[in-house]
């Protein structure tokens, strides 16, 4: 049984169907991957590979292109289609889409293992927990399994399948999980609808032990001519001393740059100088919002603005460069709220202040409270899947907002420019802004934060 997974490059290796290519391999499945961004003659390659099944991670803003290319694929080929990904644990009714055989709920190892096994033994798979299933023109639906306690059990990603393009063999960097889950409850993030869906079904933080950590960053090292990790868990310090741990032994063990995603409320003066002398260059982390009405009783943050101060001024007391998170164009937001948040980027001084425009993305708390009071439709079709270029809701200083948007970090960066900002953002010219933003953002990302370099946007397959 063949298994190929086709996935659009973004800069990003795709960890989540790495880790599945893996764990189906462990098992003596033939995986095979497919990047669209790079293969000239995609049918072609599917033809030679000739897969049974393929599959398709999908977030809410990607679902139409992915169906799409689906209905275009079935008509020159026969296999069985499943999707993954946020969309489908949020949105499973996506396998009522024309062409969509099955969709896959939340953690998709095991559900994938026995849907492989099934089809090839051609027994039942319609009672298959984390899938619904379409046959026979009804739809079966699945509750959802235990989560996996034991990480260290799951072999490493699988980084094989995507080293025949050289984008991703030459990449300088590359991006890791200690664990997987997040304990809070914003309301703008899926995490809470994600661990009601899991309600006891399982320990919903889970660290993978610091040895299992270190053993893949030496064997990234090994394979690779590598320049920095990239740490990607929702909230990297979630355990206090296995942070200080981890930090004692990748000093030790692997020592080059790394960068993390901390949550600040979590942070202290010897975690921070412990992160410096192991490495830490970066931390991505979120004020989201300066405004406290906003950010801890809409967001439910619930954290202070002496909190994140106090921390951003222990970051760039050991010189770790802070890449800022905020939204703009939140249910209830002013122009003056908007403003807050600007003046409280000032205050933390971070290397880059990062700035989307929130988008209400249903089956999250945020997204149900912009439609009970009338802000947004609920309109699916209506969320482009991009953060940076407009709202989907209707507040009264939104144009002005999202103008805003495109020269926060500008003001961010140099405060003096405010009130030329001010009068800027009362003008239409908003394509002349997003070209600010976006070279500003990628002067930073490139030359300060270096989360990405040069030779990554020039690298061709």
Known sequence: MKILFVSKFEYYEPLGTMYLSSFLKQQGVDCYYLDIKFEKDLTGAIRRISPDIIAYSITTGQRKFYQKLNLDLKKQFKFFSVFGGPHCTFFPEYVYEEGVDAICRGEGEYALLDLITNLE????????????????????????????????????????????????????????????????????????????????????VRKRSIDNVIEELKYLLRSYNLRRFQFWDDTFNIDYKWTLDFCEEYKKEIDIPFSITPRVNLVDEPMVKALKNAGCVTIGTSVESGNE????????????????????????????????????????????????????????????????????????????????????????????????????LKLKDIAQIERLHHLFSLGVAFPKLIPLIKIMIKLPLNRFYRLMFVLHKSWCYFTKLKYIEFSEIFTRR
Request: proline share 4%; hydrophobic share 35%; with cysteine.
């Open 293 to 392: 009405y906003l950010r801890n009783k809409l967001l439910k943050r619930n954290i202070s603005e002496k909190q994140t101060i106090d921390v951003c001024n222990l970051f760039n007391k050991y010189g770790i460069h802070i890449l800022m998170g905020n939204m703009l164009g939140l249910p209830d937001e002013t122009l003056d709220m908007a403003f807050e948040t600007l003046d409280f980027n000032i205050k933390c001084k971070p290397t880059y202040a990062w700035v989307s425009i929130f988008q209400p993305f249903p089956r999250t708390e945020l997204s149900d409270y912009s439609v009970e009071k009338g802000y947004f439709n609920g309109d699916l079709d209506s969320l482009d899947g991009s953060f940076y270029k407009k709202s989907a």
């Open 121 to 204: 033994q051609k027994k039942d798979i319609t009672k298959i927990d984390n899938l619904w299933v379409k046959a026979g023109g009804k739809v079966y639906k699945n509750e959802v399994r235990n989560l996996i306690e034991d990480l260290d059990a799951l072999p490493f990603p699988d980084r094989e399948m995507l080293d025949k393009y050289r984008i991703f063999r030459k990449m300088p960097r590359k991006t890791v999980m200690t664990g997987r889950g997040c304990p809070f409850k914003c309301t703008y993030c899926f995490n809470h609808s994600y661990n009601k869906l899991y309600h006891k079904k399982g320990k919903i």
